[in-house]
């Protein structure tokens, strides 16, 4: 074997140095990464594919789900969902009172005027109803119930009309509005 190596020639022991390093170096990494997989499949309960059997039995984990934990979570969910519905809520109401203007003097006024003649169209009301009564008490006597109507209807029609008008809007925006909830499904 010194005979062999003795024979070759100078220029190539660089080369054959340079090799040499690298098969060490390869060797290295080569153990060191089979001895980490090995680490890291036993650490995860792996097996090596050739020590695996046939199990027609075999059911995987994520099959048998965790009810309780499931449900908790998505109260979870709908819990963070509603909160973060609060809170869009709160911004835009932040943000639509930026955008508010102030009420200039003839608003506010205005609004005054308004309020006032609201409180007197409501006295004037009230004293009405109190004169009819007389009135109402003399019709009550002397009609029956469709009689009183017609002449309620001819005698009022704009009032009449307006408070028809009033009630079905509220009968209709009542049904319009409502949030009609399906039966909840047994879980």
Do not use: C
């Not at 680490?39 to 048998?64: C, E």
């Not at 003399?138 to 017609?150: V, Y």
């Amino acid at each position: 074997m010194q005979a062999t190596l003795e024979g070759i020639p100078e220029r190539y022991w660089p080369l054959i140095d340079w090799l040499f390093t690298g098969t060490v170096v390869f060797a290295v990494l080569w153990l060191a990464s089979v001895i980490f997989i090995a680490m890291r499949r036993n650490a995860s309960g792996l097996t090596p594919v050739q020590a695996a059997k046939i199990r027609p039995s075999a059911r995987p984990d994520f099959l048998d789900g965790d009810t309780k934990k499931r449900r908790e979570a998505l109260e979870r969910g709908d819990a963070y969902e509603r909160d973060l519905d609060k809170a869009e809520k709160a911004e835009n109401e932040r943000a639509s009172r930026k955008t508010r203007t102030q009420l200039t003097t003839f608003q506010r006024l205005i609004r005054v005027m308004t309020l006032l003649m609201s409180v007197f169209s409501l006295a004037t009301m009230i004293a009405g109803a109190v004169f009819q009564v007389t009135y109402i008490t003399g019709l009550l006597e002397k009609a029956s119930a469709g009689d009183r109507i017609i002449e309620l209807v001819q005698k009022h029609p704009i009032g009449v009309t307006v408070a028809t008008v009033v009630i079905l809007y509220y009968v209709v925006t009542f049904f319009t509005d409502k949030k009609w909830k399906p039966e909840e499904e047994e879980a």
